[in-house]
């Protein structure tokens, strides 16, 4: 089974061995303020309905570490310091082997070719990141939190809040130069446009820029117990 935490939305699936959905996702609110207690609460309601699965993948948007949380910038960052989110869902599992990842980096996993230098954008609550060269994946790079336009980080910068206030022409217009920032900083092979406003994309994409499917952040998931790394 895997889990997508978002800032607005948890959602949950079932994957075969290869990856593939089975059958629909399902879908909760994530917790207003969600505390790491409040948010275990939530993701055992979410995955209620859900039954056949030996193991669980969860993407999570913030720094992720062996299993637990060091930062989580939507959620507050303080009562999540060190709260080990793997473990803590697993025993409410009955004790099923959880694996956590940065979210980006999940859905990196479910769309790279595994070819030169690949960079994920998530486009949602935030901005999400993921960077992987030849399909290794290179954690903790949280691009998001960097100031970028007047002091502005690439959250504040393309984040939902801020489609809201200037539309989404203007929006797009971001996204663009987002883009090329990103062009010249990394000088990647291809970019992934991923994320639930990916869809808000009407810019004219470059042949290296393309978008990708949402459920991405799900399918991903079967990949994390293919990396002994992980």
């Not at 022409?169 to 996204?175: A, G, L, M, T």
Request: charged share 25%; aromatic share 8%.
């Amino acid at each position: 089974m895997a889990i997508d935490v978002g800032g607005s939305g948890l959602k949950a699936a079932l994957l075969d061995e290869d990856g593939a959905m089975l059958g629909d996702r399902v879908r909760v609110p994530t917790p207003e303020g969600a505390s790491p207690e409040g948010m275990v609460d939530a993701l055992e309601t979410l995955v209620a309905p859900l039954s056949g699965f030996d193991r669980v993948s969860i993407g999570f948007p913030g720094v992720v570490r062996r299993g637990r949380v060091l930062t989580a910038p939507h959620f507050g960052n303080e009562p999540w310091r060190d709260f080990p989110l793997a473990e803590a869902l697993g025993q409410r599992l009955g004790g099923k082997p959880v694996r956590l990842l940065n979210d980006a980096d999940v859905q990196g996993y479910g769309v790279i070719r595994g070819e030169g230098l690949e960079l994920v954008l998530t486009l949602g609550t935030g901005m999400g990141s993921s960077l992987f060269r030849d399909g290794v994946c290179m954690p903790h790079m949280e691009f998001a939190q960097f100031p970028f336009r007047k002091k502005k980080t690439f959250n504040h910068y393309v984040g939902n809040a801020a489609r809201h206030k200037v539309g989404d022409k203007k929006w797009n217009r971001r996204v663009e130069k987002t883009i090329e920032a990103f062009r010249t900083l990394l000088h990647f092979d291809r970019l992934y446009l991923g994320g639930g406003n990916a869809t808000k994309v009407t810019l004219e994409l470059p042949p290296d820029v393309s978008i990708v499917d949402n459920a991405a952040g799900l399918t991903g998931g079967i990949k994390l117990w293919r990396d002994a790394a992980l």
